[in-house]
T-cell receptor
Framework: EAGVVQSPRYKIIEKKQPVAFWCNPISGHNTLYWYRQNLGQGPELLIRYENEEAVDDSQLPKDRFSAERLKGVDSTLKIQPAELGDSAVYLC????????????????FGQGTRLTVV | QKEVEQNSGPLSVPEGAIASLNCTYSDRVSQSFFWYRQYSGKSPELIMSIYSNGDKEDGRFTAQLNKASQYVSLLIRDSQPSDSATYLCAVRTGMTTDSWGKFQFGAGTQVVVTP
């Protein structure tokens, strides 16, 4: 079974330029997460989707970040314009959640996209 | 106060010894708890999940959960140099009747196993 797939793996852009990240979750997983991880810190949630609905985007800097998950499968995270402080690893994760297991199941991560803004 | 707290380390452990990692969380209604291992430059990899009070063993790993104390721990027995990594504690918080809740991560504990 294929895992969570992210692209690109690495991206270097100049500040003020736009950038987009793509994520394909594990087949059948209904919950999708975007996290940002800075060096030496744990992942920080940016946005969480349950199917195509963004159920938690409270930590997403909405002035420059946007995300979409069309048809409840693939997702794209965009930054426009990028700032130097956006340099980080952007992680996508997915989980299969069901009413049959109401406590919530584990999440699996993609390889991440390392963004460097210069 | 952070929702999930871990000692940052580094935790230095001789090869063959037991590594003990601790994690506390603030959301009392949390019901799902996870340990992830993250090698330098790699993404987090799930190694254990635990949902009920008590111990859960999987190979050399044992997770312990105490919901009353809001505490979860991970023991690594017979530590190997390949266990050298950062271990992230994750708690699923904010669960409601309409939502399964989000994963909150601690900052991670770096473990260094010395030969």
């Amino acid at each position: 079974e294929a895992g969570v797939v992210q692209s690109p793996r690495y991206k270097i852009i100049e500040k003020k330029q736009p950038v987009a990240f793509w994520c394909n979750p594990i087949s059948g997983h209904n919950t999708l997460y975007w996290y940002r991880q800075n060096l030496g810190q744990g992942p920080e949630l940016l946005i969480r989707y349950e199917n195509e609905e963004a159920v938690d985007d409270s930590q997403l800097p909405k002035d420059r970040f946007s995300a979409e998950r069309l048809k409840g499968v693939d997702s794209t995270l965009k930054i426009q314009p990028a700032e130097l402080g956006d340099s980080a690893v952007y992680l996508c994760a997915s989980s299969l959640d069901s009413d049959r297991f109401p406590v919530g199941t584990e999440a699996f991560f993609g390889q991440g996209t390392r963004l460097t803004v210069v | 106060q952070k929702e999930v707290e871990q000692n940052s380390g580094p935790l230095s452990v001789p090869e063959g010894a037991i590594a003990s990692l601790n994690c506390t969380y603030s959301d009392r209604v949390s019901q799902s708890f996870f340990w992830y291992r993250q090698y330098s430059g790699k993404s987090p990899e799930l190694i254990m999940s635990i949902y009920s009070n008590g111990d859960k063993e999987d190979g050399r790993f044992t997770a312990q959960l105490n919901k009353a104390s809001q505490y979860v721990s991970l023991l690594i027995r017979d530590s190997q140099p390949s266990d050298s990594a950062t271990y992230l504690c994750a708690v699923r918080t904010g669960m409601t009747t309409d939502s399964w809740g989000k994963f909150q991560f601690g900052a991670g504990t770096q473990v260094v196993v010395t030969p």
